[in-house]
């Protein structure tokens, strides 16, 4: 695909972007280069070639999934606020907390 300066200052109006005659010489240029580069690399066979998903052969290191804390949820839940109105009972029922209602 041959481009032009014309191209380059459509291209440069396109994106809102202010180009000079040497600054689009030097625009076109690069782009010529750069897809010179893919037209080179689209010509490259690459039948029965397997995708990688990664470049180099690693693999992650990791740790054994060992449980190192306990549950505490009891002993969380015994310091729970008190339900308030003069009550001694806590904010608590079934395992969960109680809150105020916020949205009626």
């Not at 625009?27 to 070639?49: F, N, P, R, Y």
Request: aromatic share 2%; no cysteine.
């Amino acid at each position: 695909m041959a481009l032009s300066t014309d191209d380059i200052k459509k291209i440069a109006h396109l994106a809102r972007l202010e180009v000079s005659d040497s600054d689009a010489a030097a625009t076109l240029s690069k782009l010529t280069g750069i897809l010179g580069l893919i037209e080179q690399m689209q010509a490259v066979d690459t039948a029965g070639i397997e995708p990688m998903s990664h470049s180099q052969d690693v693999v992650q290191r990791l740790r054994d999934d060992v449980v190192t804390k306990t549950n505490q949820r009891e002993s969380f839940q015994k310091i729970s606020p008190v339900l308030g109105n003069g009550s001694a009972e806590l904010a608590v029922d079934s395992g969960l907390y109680l809150v105020p209602k916020v949205i009626e």
